[in-house]
């Protein structure tokens, strides 16, 4: 008995014309996250993917990075066998005999995408039904909410034996809609920011602003470990880390308490802006929600977008911290996010910080510092590192 995976596409039906370019992209990505468990094999036909190990594998695992990656709208475990009753028969009997055991009602839908197959779809459902039946005494049929639906699809390559399907990630494949560079804090939201972009396609980089001995190395670890946790989704991401305290210690030493934040952001967007320049990046992302801090009210917002030339993508802008928390739980940052090591942003945190500044106040304030200067020194720090699963 030869086992594999099934798998849905959901949004890329959708796509027209372009349909192979985003399904292409998605098989790559579906072979990138099972490499290291063994040599797999994968195609498609009638919109269905198949992945089939070559060899003993993990499938428990393999299934589980199946469930991660973005395109997939449902996903099964399913056993491959002869398009022929008895050995349809027999494959049932074996394949989900835990599962069958495991439940009291169920029903058998069947997918008869080879008209060649001499049974009838109904034909199938009841004779296979029937056999079950006697096998499984203490099993009865519940064709409405029964506890499991017993699938059995016959297509061009052979018959295949299913349980449950499994809901997918969603989304669009890793890579079909260009590069961006988020902006990593060691903070909940910027994991998620960069996983809902990674959702609707969007490659990563990440960039994070150092300030020693204001933030320890252990902080940089945490950011390290988010970030690896979010490749589980995103693929690898190339990580930029930038030294930031000297420019810290002069908008302490030269501005006006009151400015701090504003200045600072700014001065992130200019230097992440230059990274993603030189790596192609074609947008910015962060992970601010409008209203959740006072660097993030609309007037905070337009002057920190005057000093941006690309796009800055703001995914969780309309969402409350509620909803942001419970995909940071879902996607098994949170945790890591809620450790106890300072990031960069909560260095000389103003007590009473500026919420509705004027674009003019913040550049009279910022034009006390050699802005040029500062950002060359800065970028001239940069190390990256390039962080797998």
Do not use: W
Not at 358 to 363: D, F, T
């Amino acid at each position: 008995m030869k086992e594999l995976i099934l798998i849905k596409s959901g949004e890329i039906a959708l796509k027209g014309l372009n349909k192979n370019s985003f399904e292409e992209r998605m098989k790559k990505n579906i072979l990138s996250a099972v490499k290291d468990l063994g040599p797999f094999s994968i195609k498609s036909a009638q919109s269905t993917m198949y992945l089939m190990p070559e060899g003993a594998c993990d499938m428990d695992e393999a299934a589980e990075r199946v469930g991660k990656v973005f395109g997939i709208s449902a996903y099964t475990r399913a056993a491959e066998c002869e398009k022929d009753f008895e050995s349809i028969k027999a494959t049932a009997a074996e394949y989900l005999h835990d599962q069958l055991m495991d439940v009291k009602t169920f029903k058998v839908n069947a997918k008869r995408a080879d008209k060649k197959f001499p049974m009838t779809s109904p034909e199938l459902c009841v004779e296979l039904g029937g056999f079950l039946l006697e096998q499984f005494p203490h099993l009865s049929v519940d064709v409405h909410e029964p506890e499991l639906n017993v699938v059995v699809e016959v297509r061009d390559f052979g018959a295949y034996l299913h349980g449950k399907s499994l809901r997918g990630a969603g989304g669009i494949p890793v890579g079909s809609s260009g590069k961006a560079m988020l902006l990593i804090s060691g903070g909940i939201d910027s994991p998620v920011a960069g996983y809902m972009m990674a959702k609707r396609g969007v490659s990563l980089s990440a960039v994070h602003f150092m300030s020693p001995p204001y933030t320890s190395e252990r902080a940089f670890l945490k950011v390290q470990s988010l970030a690896r946790q979010m490749t589980d989704y995103t693929g690898p991401i190339k990580l930029y880390s930038v030294q930031f305290t000297e420019i810290q210690e002069a908008i302490r030493d030269r501005c006006e308490e009151e400015y701090f934040t504003l200045i600072m952001r700014r001065f992130m967007m200019r230097i992440a802006q230059r990274l993603a320049r030189r790596s192609e990046n074609l947008a910015l992302i962060t992970g601010e929600s409008l209203g959740q801090v006072a660097s993030q009210t609309m007037p905070a917002l337009v002057c920190t977008d005057a000093v941006c030339r690309m796009p800055v993508l703001r995914p969780l802008i309309g969402m409350d911290k509620e909803e942001i928390v419970r995909i940071s739980r879902a996607i098994g940052t949170f945790e890591t996010s809620t450790l106890p090591y300072e990031d960069c942003c909560t260095v000389f945190t103003p007590k009473h910080p500026r919420t509705r500044p004027s674009p003019a106040a913040v550049e009279k304030e910022e034009a006390k510092l050699p802005v040029d200067e500062l950002i060359e020194k800065a970028l001239s720090t940069v190390e990256s590192r390039l962080i797998t699963h």
